[in-house]
């Protein structure tokens, strides 16, 4: 792998895809060749795949929930993120595999065995190189929610404050298991200090790729 595979997480409402936009601007200033992207809806499948679950009236099964992100992921994965890397890019994604054992592991209670055995097929065992965690208080980040234009809001903008702590506590949780690649980022503080750390920790990073 030529390039550098770096990932934004955080519960909904949390600033990463502020934050994500900002890091991109700097890197591209300085002369670094990047690709944004998503999950889910990365690719023009995945966009369909986001609109069936995301977007859907309907009470989606979590079972389906899980399944579809994972199907979203591998065709992310292969049409797009292995060969952008295999480029030399720098890939930057608004979430990745580690959003579905927070989300899906312990914000609807999979278990995690299955939830790594979900990721491992869909993955084909792509892990980033570094991870930036928007850690905000979960209340604070409802709020912010409950301001988003209506176009905004999908299904996940109407969880509970229970669920979204227990999404923190996940990312908490891996975090904690794996501290050579994530890095938590105090989201609680101004945009300006939020984008000011997270490009520090960026260009350190890429110094060693």
């Known amino acids: 792998m030529k390039g550098s595979f ?44 986001r609109k069936a679950f995301l977007e859907t009236k309907q009470d989606v099964e979590p079972l389906a929930e899980l399944l579809l992100f994972a199907a979203d992921r591998a065709q992310h994965v292969k049409h ?11 890939v930057i994604s608004d979430r990745y595999a580690d959003a579905t054992t927070a989300y899906q592991g312990a914000g609807r209670g999979f278990d995690l065995e299955l939830i790594k055995s979900v990721i491992a097929i869909a993955t084909d065992g792509l892990k980033p190189n ?15 929610m409950a301001f988003r234009g209506e176009h905004k809001k999908n299904r996940m903008d109407l969880e509970s404050l229970d669920f979204y702590r227990r999404v923190r506590e996940g990312y908490l949780n891996i975090a904690a298991a794996e501290p050579e690649r994530f890095r938590v980022i105090d989201a609680n ?15 350190e990073h890429l110094k060693s790729v």
């Open 80 to 90: 797009l993120i292995l060969p952008a890397l295999a480029a030399g890019r720098i």
């Open 189 to 203: 503080r101004s945009v300006d200090e939020i984008a000011e750390e997270t490009l520090d920790i960026v260009t």
């Open 6 to 49: 770096i990932t934004f997480e955080g519960i909904d409402g949390s600033g990463k895809t502020t934050q994500l936009k900002k890091l991109a601007e700097s890197l591209e200033r300085a002369g670094r060749d990047c690709l944004l992207t998503c999950e889910p809806g990365g690719t023009p499948l995945g966009r369909e795949i």
């Open 130 to 144: 570094l991870t930036l965690f928007f850690d905000i208080d979960p209340e604070s980040a409802v709020d912010r």
